[in-house]
Structures are given as C-alpha cells and as structure tokens.
C-alpha cells in the first residue's frame, strides 16, 4: 500500500529527502547498524549513525567515536569541518596549539568545539577504562592526518 502524502506539510523543498516509498520521514540507524566505514584518526573507532553513507543527510555527519585506555591519536585536522563532541563517558584530553603546547581536558558531561582545519591530538586519560565521544561534523566526517609528534613533546601526557 502506498503511503498517502497529501496528509504531510513540509516546508520548503526536501525532496531530495525522500525514501525509495516517496515519503520524506525520518530515518533510523539501529544499535548494531551503524557505517564503520569511516576516516579514521590513528586507531580512533568511528561509527556513523547519521551520515551521507547511510542515511538521506547530506550535510551532516554524527557518530561515536571510542578510543582505548592510553590511547591518543596521531596529530590531525577535520578541514572544513565544523566539529563538535560530547563526553559520554571517560577522561578525555586535546592538545592543540603551534607545536601541540596547549591542552584541555575533559570529562564525561563536557561539550567541546574544535575550528575547521585545527590541527590537535586527542587523548585517553585513563590507562584503564575507555573513552566514548558522541561527535558531529558538518558537512562530513574530514580526518586529514598530519605528521606525528613524539609523545614526550606533549606535555604532561606521558606523567598523566
């Protein structure tokens, strides 16, 4: 049976929206179904759970990204990519800045920004327990590695 459309009233054009039925609806990615086909940090575990890879979104990317106990990425930016994270659980640190002098640490229930084409590394306080951001880019998921830095050059990470 086809789905009646004359009963939705959407505003502006979200044709490009539409599921194979013809119905813009929303779409839902199941626990267990999301897209692990994505760029990666150095050992990062991204998921997408809203993404152009599965999903109708076109301009945004939202997924989990977990990282193991002592885990930090290799030095990187997200290009144009507005990003934002969420601290669902752990300890978590950025260094950022000219030579990575800088950094900000986090725990679970903190929100960070981080600047289209800021390079940073991204840090596991915890030697024990893991790591898990909620993140979301716009336009896309961009992860443009960059050469490393040794971790005695950021400081305080190796005395954590």
């Known amino acids: 049976m086809e789905p009646d459309l004359s009963k939705y009233r959407l505003e502006g054009d979200n044709s490009m929206y539409r599921l194979p039925s013809g119905l813009v609806a929303p779409v839902v990615t199941r626990a267990g179904l999301e897209d692990p086909g994505t760029a ?6 991204r998921v997408s759970g809203v993404s152009i890879q599965h999903t109708p979104a076109r301009r945004l990317w939202f997924g989990k990204v977990s990282n193991e106990p002592g885990y930090r990425s290799v030095s990187h930016h997200h ?58 880019r716009t ?9 490393d830095v040794a971790d005695a050059d950021l400081r305080d990470w190796t005395d954590r």
Do not use: Q
Request: some cysteine; hydrophobic content about 35%; overall charge negative.
């Open 79 to 136: 290009g144009e990519a507005e990003t934002g994270g969420y601290v669902l659980s752990g300890r978590a640190r950025i260094y950022f800045g000219e030579r990575f002098e800088d950094y900000l640490d986090m725990e679970e229930g903190d929100w960070v920004f981080v600047p289209p084409f800021m390079p940073h590394v991204e840090c596991n306080l915890s030697r024990t327990k893991p790591l898990i951001w909620m993140t979301t």
């Open 139 to 147: 336009p896309e998921n961009i992860v443009v590695n960059l050469p």
């Open 40 to 45: 990666d940090s150095g050992g990062a575990v």
